[in-house]
């Protein structure tokens, strides 16, 4: 069956070390998304792509960036993590078109010391 | 920029019985779609159910249905039968859309609800 996952699950750091959080899916979706979800935002949009070689940032995408060299992954790199990164992040992806359902992974929870 | 808002923090419901869920949104276009995701404690997203914003009946899910009011810009979902494993997060989302319904993928999310069902 397709899925989509995302490693490490729980990820503790000390601020300014850099992270690499992974998302791979094998639905063959175009689309990624990354979201961090904090309470009282619900999910927040960082980056996303809609193909290989694509990506774009979204309402929160200051310290973290992303790259797209092919179809199944999207990793999201903090730089230089920071205490206000701590929060779970999801990524999704989606086929695109009218059939827009996005399916997400199980998420990465991550604290920054 | 489009916003989603959800002003009910914390909802509770006795089993069995009927619970809605509140979400406003506001954006200045006119094709888009909005979903509802539920997020139980394992914290995997769960799409609920989906709308079009051009049409005009509202969907149906099993025991889930939406009332979809484009003009207030409300989009609220009604949980009946309540089931303990409805306890969960719920999620109002947005999306926009070309006209020809193409959906442009990012979703906006509103604060969540907290749904409790109480045996």
């Known amino acids: 069956d397709a899925e989509i996952t995302q490693s490490p699950r729980h990820k503790i750091t000390e601020t300014g070390r850099q992270v690499t959080l992974a998302c791979h899916q094998t639905w063959n979706h175009n689309n990624m998304f990354w979201y961090r979800q904090d309470l009282g935002h619900g999910l927040r949009l960082i980056h996303y792509s809609y193909g290989v070689q694509d990506t774009n940032k979204g309402e929160v995408s200051d310290g973290y960036s992303v790259s797209r060299s092919n179809t199944e992954d999207l990793p999201l790199t903090l730089e230089s993590a920071a205490s206000s990164q701590t929060s779970v992040y999801f990524c999704a992806s989606s086929e695109g078109g009218r059939t827009n359902e996005q399916f997400f992974g199980p998420g990465t929870r991550l604290t920054v010391l | 920029a489009q916003t989603v808002t959800q002003s009910q923090p914390e909802m509770s419901v006795q089993e069995a019985e009927t619970v809605t869920l509140s979400c406003t949104y506001d954006t200045s276009e006119n094709n888009y779609y909005l979903f509802w995701y539920k997020q139980p404690p394992s914290r995997q997203m769960i799409l609920v159910i989906r709308?079009?914003?051009?049409?005009?009946q509202n969907a149906t899910e099993n025991r889930f249905s939406v009332n979809f009011q484009k003009a207030a810009k409300s989009f609220s979902l009604k949980i009946s039968d309540s089931q303990l494993g409805d306890t969960a997060m719920y999620f109002c989302a947005f999306t926009l859309s070309n006209a020809g319904g193409t959906s442009y993928g990012k979703l906006t999310f509103g604060q969540g609800t907290i749904l409790t069902v109480h045996p």
């Open positions: 709308q079009e914003a051009y049409k005009q």
